[in-house]
């Protein structure tokens, strides 16, 4: 069971609606409490806020309490309207919460389409992991699927690998690292060792290392069909707030077919699990 809260952000939009959804689920699952955040920028250039700003945000927040309330959740959900920019109002939330959950905007029908800036920024630079929901994804946390791992044997890659091979260990899951092989660049020392130095670490969890001719979107989204998470190491700068995920992670969240967790190098804690 996990005491810190899985966070949503809440706008009103459907992909948001399917974030809720997924974390509801998912927080079930883990025993976490829900915290939904609404939050409705200053318009430019004022000093003080009056009594009408922060409603658009207590509408959509009170529209998904409702609809919620309508479905019978059994969960413990709070929720939280804000008169603030939303990328800061999450990342705030970041520094307590479990994970934060996201959905993405749908930018068009073309690979590569970026996400919504404010989902893009938040999972860029949260201080947790951050989940994001992607068009295709299931509704619903998927508990017995693997884990699916971006990995290229870099030092963020590993780090990643050990947060899923340690969530895989915690709810009998399977582990599977992919490796994308364009031919232009190869490891700088062999993948099957790092991963034997990760297998150690714990021998009752199944990790396999496969590697797929192709891109890193290419070859994870394929993985992602049968997957209940695709965990990728952001390689951005160390979390600045405002700064874009790369376009390889871009393009990911928008082709994925499960929820895809983004992990930085503020983000180094687990997500929660069934047991944690």
């Not at 999972?123 to 994804?137: G, K, R, W």
């Not at 082709?255 to 930085?264: D, G, K, R, Y």
Request: hydrophobic share 45%; charged share 15%; glycine share 10%.
């Amino acid at each position: 069971m996990s005491a810190d809260p899985i966070v949503v952000g809440v706008d009103g939009s459907p992909g948001a609606s399917r974030a809720v959804d997924w974390a509801l689920s998912w927080a079930a699952a883990v025993g976490a409490p829900v915290r939904l955040i609404a939050s409705e920028a200053v318009p430019p250039g004022l000093t003080q806020t009056s009594p009408e700003h922060g409603s658009k945000a207590k509408a959509a927040l009170d529209a998904e309490l409702a609809r919620l309330r309508d479905g019978g959740v059994d969960v413990d959900v709070q929720g939280e309207p804000q008169v603030n920019h939303p990328v800061t109002a999450l990342l705030a939330a970041s520094q307590e919460a479990a994970a934060i959950v996201v959905g993405t905007r749908g930018a068009g029908a073309f690979q590569g389409s970026v996400i919504g800036s404010i989902s893009g920024a938040v999972a860029a630079s949260a201080h947790c992991p951050t989940v994001v929901i992607p068009p295709s994804a299931p509704e619903t946390y998927d508990a017995t699927g693997p884990i699916v791992v971006g990995f290229d044997g870099s030092e963020p890659a590993v780090g990643a690998a050990r947060l899923a091979i340690a969530a895989a260990a915690a709810e009998r899951r399977d582990v599977r690292l992919v490796q994308a092989e364009t031919g232009v660049t190869s490891p700088e020392e062999p993948l099957t060792e790092v991963v034997d130095e990760l297998r150690a670490g714990h021998p009752d969890v199944s990790v396999e290392l496969v590697t797929i001719q192709g891109s890193a979107v290419e070859a994870l989204t394929g993985e992602s069909r049968d997957g209940a998470f695709v965990v990728v190491a952001s390689q951005g700068h160390r979390g600045v707030p405002g700064f874009l995920l790369g376009s390889t992670t871009r393009a990911l969240v928008q082709e994925a077919q499960a929820p895809v967790i983004v992990l930085t190098a503020r983000s180094e804690k687990p997500w929660p699990t069934a047991t944690s």
